[in-house]
């Protein structure tokens, strides 16, 4: 939690939960991001947080960004983005989102699909696209799975097919998953697309571009390796595959710009236990999975928990949200522990909360209104 957070949470009487954002600190990690890695081009994934304070301080630093409809689109160009700046990264896109995105000047498309792909030539004549490699991913606490990215070998017919419907297949991406914890699922995404880049030169198409994707980490309860690492192993497999004929580079980071930039504070509703001699107590809060809280699904994203009473005694807790829906649990197999002398009113504060939550706070689920927000 940042300095400015703190004096803002001990000022203010604050009606619970809320999530309070320092844009600052988001200005650190983008500039952090961009030392590490200074000849790789930004795009930030927009849906991590699309608050405008976010999408405004990145656009006056010179982001560009990575957007997945037309209302992302949308906010980027109202937050002073060009459209220029803008890649429509969604492989899954509605043929009127094309449309709207095309008209606003939005050149560059990725696809994953033929059918994609022949949609894109319609809708969006002549422009940008690059297609999406499935790639594995091992490491990532919250995988993207086999829901997008094309095989090898439909990828290389992709591209020759984009380029006689009158596109351009200008480059390739991948997603490692995010929250991914090992540099080599980058090491090894890149040498798979690296030899279907050699082989599309070689086949006369003027592909340029590699979009490395997001997935970068951040220190949860566990903490992870630094940026640097992940840049390093980067910039050494770009070398080794490429040589001095680097293509133009392009990342999408989204959590790891932002999540440690947020803190939610939440209020203990109940303390209880299920029976006299269960040593576990289960912790109710004023915001669970349905508050936001989304990516604790299968305990996935495990985040740091800050109480008044920390220091004292601790025991064994099973941690839960508000609503009366049993998939409102954020965590029973985790072997979280909080203080004895935790009650309901405390107020606790959820660290590394900037990524993945507003948006996923449902709209008036068992009446509970969607999660406010402060951003200084
Ligand atoms: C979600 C997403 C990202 C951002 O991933 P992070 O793990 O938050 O960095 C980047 N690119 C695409 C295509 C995405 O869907």
């Known amino acids: 939690m ?36 200074p000849l790789v081009q930004i795009y930030y994934a927009v849906k991590a947080n699309p608050a405008a304070p976010v999408l405004e301080r990145l656009s006056t630093l010179g982001s560009r960004f990575d957007a997945a409809s037309f209302e992302e689109i949308r906010n980027c160009l109202a937050a002073g983005a060009k459209p220029a700046d803008i890649s429509y990264g969604n492989t899954i896109k509605k043929t009127a989102a094309i449309r709207a995105a095309y008209a606003a000047g939005v050149r560059l498309y990725a696809f994953d699909s033929a059918e994609e792909l022949k949609k894109l030539a319609e809708n969006a004549p002549g ?7 499935l790639v594995a991913n091992e490491g990532a606490d919250w995988p993207l799975s086999r829901k997008f990215g094309a095989e090898i070998g439909l990828a290389r017919e992709l591209m020759l097919r984009a380029g006689d419907l009158g596109l351009d297949p200008c ?7 995010s929250q991914q914890t090992r540099t080599a699922s980058y090491e090894a995404a890149i040498g798979r697309v690296a030899m279907l880049f050699t082989d599309l030169i070689e086949a006369g198409v003027n592909v340029r571009m590699l979009n490395l994707g997001g997935g970068f980490p951040v220190s949860y309860r566990e903490s992870v390796p630094p940026i640097d690492n992940f840049a390093t192993a980067i910039m050494d497999a770009m070398t080794a595959h490429f040589g001095n004929q680097l293509p133009e580079m392009l990342i999408e980071p989204g959590r790891c710009l932002v999540a440690d930039a947020g803190v939610v504070a939440s209020e203990v509703v109940l ?18 999975r349905f508050g936001g809280l989304a990516e604790t699904e299968n305990e996935a994203i495990r985040y740091r928990i800050a109480t008044p009473h920390d220091g ?10 508000p609503t009366c829906d049993g998939a409102d649990i954020l965590y029973q197999q985790t072997p979280y522990q909080l203080p004895i002398a935790l009650v309901a009113g405390d107020r606790i504060l959820l660290e590394g909360t900037g990524a993945y939550v507003t948006t996923y706070a449902s709209q008036c689920f068992n009446g509970f209104p969607p999660l406010a927000e402060h951003y200084l």
């Open 127 to 133: 422009a940008q696209v690059y297609c999406r490699i």
């Open 271 to 288: 303390v209880s236990r299920r029976s006299y001699n269960d040593p576990v107590r289960w912790v109710y809060l004023d915001i669970g």
């Open 171 to 177: 480059g390739l991406s991948f997603h490692v998953g």
């Open 2 to 37: 940042t300095p400015k957070i703190a004096r803002f949470l001990a000022g203010e009487s604050l009606p619970s939960p809320c999530l309070v954002f320092d844009v600052d600190r988001l200005e650190a990690n983008f500039r952090n991001l961009r030392r590490a890695l």
């Open 312 to 321: 004292g005694p601790i025991g064994p807790v099973a941690i839960a949200g």
